[in-house]
């Protein structure tokens, strides 16, 4: 399940030199990551560090502009020389089907009901009959608790059961890997943990998880690999227990002391 | 002496009916093809590609910025000579429609820009193509947010209507005037007309509210409740 002790596997994700900019300034300079089947990978690090771009680079919500990108074999984009290609746009809307994301805000689709929310993607992208589709989407409303709430509109909903129905959305897709964008930092206090139960609940299902965020507990809790992101780099990667532990002398140290507070 | 309010009128009431009959089909009419144009007119503005936007920009400017009586008899007396011969009726749709279809455009162009991105987002990293997105995600809600809008331009248009008699199209206003020049009533027959415009748009404002109310999610569910805009002043 860990990276580390199963160095030979394929990577379910691997991005390689991967390089974005806005305007000129460089968000991201070289970034390079992995995720292996079953892993659930921490990006951690100061805002503005990269660590957003770095999940909107990988399913192309944002174009990178150097690097390589490899999805389960399939090359999203690469360099050849020095030109860069992308992979056809039909390429890549199929990649993101099997990579969904959950975001910071929900985003849930604010003109349809709950379970709508969660038959969408099945219907329109990979195809499914509606039946089916509703079957399924009742079997991922009731793994995150939402099941009772499947004919609400997402504005009559809290924070917290809104991205457990966005969960259940991007886990209705059969997802080979879901990307997490701080999925607890819109959250009151009181409602993080109904969303850390669930992603727990997911990480000892096997889920691959790719997630960006600021909520400790969060990493500590369910991490397998955390990457330390700063400056458009990864500056350290490994176990949560070695790069958290307070005799770390790197960055991630400094960074962690402030995170406490 | 002073003829006593619908004394004489109402004989000829059927005819203003009549005149009210071709005014719902100029309406009904201009309103499908402006609503549409004017559709097509907004994506076409919101295009990346200057070439494609400069000329509608151009276009809606142009709509926008001359009265409607003078782009109906534009429409009606000048485009012959230019080899394009409409009829009355037909200059009628034409000018309505394209004047129609210039306001809408920025109102769906307004209200597609204002989208919440990050459902775009989430449309798109389900792995939607660009066109699922704007038939499943963007046009529903774009639609839904500018139905009250569209209600008040659609009873504006119904009261446009009364130009095209400028243009001897046989509508209710025109099929006054013949009354009058019959009768020399033109107090009783104004007022009967104004009654007749003020029926129509009353009624087609509580069917649109109607159809608004259907068609918004929140009010299917009965919690939520939108104020009735009727006002020309207000939706221009």
């Known amino acids: ?261 | 002496m002073y003829n006593f309010f619908f004394l004489e009128v109402p004989e000829h009431l059927p005819f203003l009916l009549k005149g009210a009959l071709v005014t719902i089909e100029l309406s009904l009419i201009s309103m499908i093809l402006g609503t549409l144009l004017g559709f097509f007119l907004a994506i076409g503005r919101l295009s990346p590609r200057r070439v494609l936007r400069l000329p509608l920009d151009v276009f809606v400017e142009i709509i926008r910025d001359t009265p409607l009586i003078v782009q109906l008899l534009l429409i009606y007396f000048s485009l012959p000579e230019a080899g394009i011969v409409l009829s009355a009726f037909w200059a009628g749709i034409a000018g309505l429609t394209l004047n129609l279809a210039a306001y809408l455009s920025e109102v769906f162009r307004a209200a597609i820009s204002a989208v919440d991105p990050g459902q775009k987002a989430a449309a798109i990293s389900l792995g939607m193509s660009p066109v699922a997105v704007y038939r499943r995600v963007v046009i529903p809600q774009a639609g839904l947010a500018c139905l009250p809008t569209l209600g008040g331009y659609f009873v504006a248009l119904l009261k446009d209507c009364s130009l095209v008699s400028f243009i001897s199209v046989n509508e209710l206003l025109r099929h006054a005037t013949i009354v009058i020049s019959d009768t020399f009533d033109s107090m009783n027959t104004y007022i009967m007309v104004a009654i007749i415009y003020f029926v129509m748009s009353f009624v087609s404002a509580r069917i649109i509210r109607q159809i608004e109310i259907r068609l918004t999610p929140s009010n299917r569910r009965g919690t939520i409740t939108i104020p009735l805009t009727m006002d020309k002043e207000g939706a221009r």
């Open chain 1, 1 to 261: 399940m860990n990276a580390f002790s199963a160095p030979s596997s394929t990577p379910v994700l691997s991005v390689r030199q991967l390089r974005k900019s806005y305007a000129g300034n460089p968000v991201l300079k070289s970034v390079d990551l992995s995720v292996h089947q079953g892993e659930i990978a921490c990006l951690i690090g100061p805002s503005g560090a990269g660590k957003s771009t770095i999940l909107r680079c990988i399913n192309f919500l944002e174009k990178p502009e150097a690097g390589e990108i490899t999805f389960f074999g399939e090359r999203l984009c690469s360099e050849d020389g020095n030109v860069f290609h992308t992979a056809p746009e039909r390429a890549l809307q199929a990649a993101r089907a099997r990579m969904p994301m959950v975001f910071q805000h929900f985003n849930l689709f604010s003109h349809r009901t709950v379970i709508e929310n969660v038959m969408e993607g099945q219907i329109v992208v990979l195809r499914r009959h509606k039946d089916e589709a509703r079957e399924r989407a009742r079997t991922c409303l009731a793994r995150v608790g939402m099941l009772d709430r499947a004919e609400f509109y997402p504005d009559q909903l809290s924070g917290g059961q809104k991205q457990r129905v966005a969960i259940a959305r991007a886990l209705a897709m059969s997802p080979a890997l879901i990307l997490f964008d701080e999925p607890t930092s819109a959250l009151d206090p009181g409602l993080v943990q109904e969303v850390q139960s669930v992603m727990r609940d997911l990480s000892a299902e096997g889920m691959t998880m790719l997630i960006v965020t600021h909520d400790m507990r969060l990493v500590k809790s369910i991490a397998t690999t955390v990457h330390f992101c700063a400056d458009g780099h990864i500056l350290e990667s490994g176990s949560p227990a070695l790069l958290l532990h307070k005799t770390n002398p790197g960055r991630i140290r400094t960074f962690m002391a402030a995170a406490a507070h």
